[in-house]
């Protein structure tokens, strides 16, 4: 037979057997983890550090991953209350949906240091659409601190001194009298509040050290509790705030110079220490306004009779109005941490009404409404951890809901998808779902107390 017709039996019959050969079968995507720490190593004590988080599942996410909080013996690491990022990318053909946050790590010695291996439970659509459940284990980082061969560093840690290491630390003051041709004009007995805010950018406000300030001799200084912020709207970037109240009381008539407040920091690009300062202030204290009145031979003196000298009665009228003076500071000095303390706590419930189950309900419906995809879905997350203690997807599953699911899934679909979608949200239909599912928790009222007691207790 001729090589010819071999070739043209032996083809068919390659074809087959490679059809029929069990080739192993591709295995299905899964979630992706990546970590990535912003800073070169070893990075300084004190330095804010960036870890970022990348989370990379199949399709989209059908609820946003929890980041969980990470403890590193000897070394703080924080999850600002930040917008998490949202991104897309095609790994080996297959379309990932991205999502990443940023940790604040700040090591408080030197050493080395290891992230845990936290895991991360994910949520993510499937490829026929169907909910799917993973998780990704971060894996293990390490990030070195320690003074990076600075002596200047070095020297600053061996005296006790804490530099904190920023781009820079800035430094400003306000005072609650406006100075006079630079001078700031008072009488004996006053007191001048000086107010000093220290900002450290890319820095969170617990870090900040306080600054130093002193006193000249003949004046007190009081300091009452700094006040921390890490999204002060006054402030000229990110980075964290600490306001700093120092109050002066001049006893006596004199020429006076606040010594300036300054900070220590430390460039961590150039490893060299640096100092920020607010101006000193000079003060002129006058004499006490009252003076006069209480000195022999003022205008305000009488004689008694046969006799000169102040009348014994304005004597003790001025004695009882310097004691119930002295009374009044002392009794204003030791309730005023406490109103402070009060007001701090009135604040705090507040703050917990407006972040309650009712309110985040209310800002999903909100967010529907203004057809806000990203705030809903970020409303709608923290509403179902707080009214269910679970995600969005899932508490939509359990209530049985076609146009709920559908609702949510869509949402999601919106965000995370692999594929953009040109067309704008409509969130009436999920604002519409939650009105026949959430109902606001019912405001209990106080029975009215009977005006008039019982005739025959």
């Not at 209530?399 to 999601?412: M, S």
């Not at 979608?421 to 999920?430: F, I, Q, R």
């Amino acid at each position: 037979m001729p090589a010819r017709a071999w070739l043209r039996r032996a083809v068919p019959l390659v074809l087959l057997a490679a059809c029929l050969w069990p080739w192993p079968a591709r295995a299905a995507a899964g979630p992706i983890v990546r970590v990535d720490v912003g800073a070169h190593q070893p990075v300084l004590v004190g330095q804010q550090v960036g870890i970022d988080v990348t989370i990379l599942a199949p399709n989209y996410f059908l609820s946003a991953p929890e980041f969980p909080p990470l403890a590193v013996p000897g070394a703080v690491v924080t999850l600002p209350d930040a917008r998490a990022v949202n991104s897309t990318e095609t790994i080996d053909g297959v379309a990932y949906a991205g999502i990443r946050k940023t940790y604040a790590f700040t090591a408080e010695q030197d050493g080395e240091f290891r992230l845990p291996a936290a895991t991360i439970r994910v949520t993510y659509a499937g490829d026929d659409g169907a909910p799917r459940e993973g998780s990704v284990t971060l894996p293990v980082i390490t990030i070195r601190a320690g003074t990076g061969g600075s002596s200047t560093a070095a020297a600053a840690a061996t005296a006790g001194r804490r530099l904190l290491p920023v781009a820079r630390l800035s430094v400003t003051q306000t005072l609650d009298h406006d100075p006079d041709h630079g001078v700031v004009r008072l009488h004996a007995g006053d007191a001048l509040v000086r107010t000093v805010t220290t900002f450290a950018p890319q820095t969170q406000a617990m870090m900040i050290v306080p600054p130093h300030a002193g006193s000249p001799r003949g004046v007190r200084m009081f300091r009452g509790d700094a006040r921390l912020s890490d999204q002060a709207q006054a402030a000229p970037g990110a980075g964290g705030t600490r306001i700093d109240t120092l109050t002066y009381v001049f006893e006596r008539p004199g020429t006076y110079t606040l010594p300036a407040v300054t900070a220590d920091w430390t460039d961590p690009a150039t490893r060299q220490p640096a100092s920020s300062e607010a101006p000193a202030v000079k003060v002129e204290v006058a004499a006490a306004r009252n003076a006069g009145s209480l000195a022999p031979g003022g205008p305000s003196a009488g004689a008694l009779p046969g006799e000169g000298g102040l009348p014994w009665r304005t004597l003790l009228s001025g004695a009882g109005a310097l004691l119930g003076a002295a009374v009044l500071a002392l009794l204003w000095r030791r309730l005023r941490p406490r109103l402070a303390r009060l007001q701090q706590r009135r604040a705090e419930r507040r703050r917990a009404r407006a972040e309650g189950v009712d309110a985040r309900l209310a800002a999903t419906l909100r967010a529907c409404r203004a057809g806000d995809a990203a705030a809903a879905s970020q409303a709608l997350g923290g509403w179902t951890r707080a009214a269910h203690g679970t995600t969005p997807a899932a508490w939509a599953e359990v209530a049985d809901d076609a146009g709920l699911v559908a609702a949510v899934t869509g949402l999601q679909r919106h965000l995370y998808g692999a594929a953009p979608v040109p067309s704008a949200w409509d969130g009436n239909p999920l604002a519409q779902a939650l009105g026949r599912h959430a109902r606001p928790a019912p405001v209990r009222r106080r029975r009215a107390e009977p005006a008039l007691p019982p005739l025959n207790p």
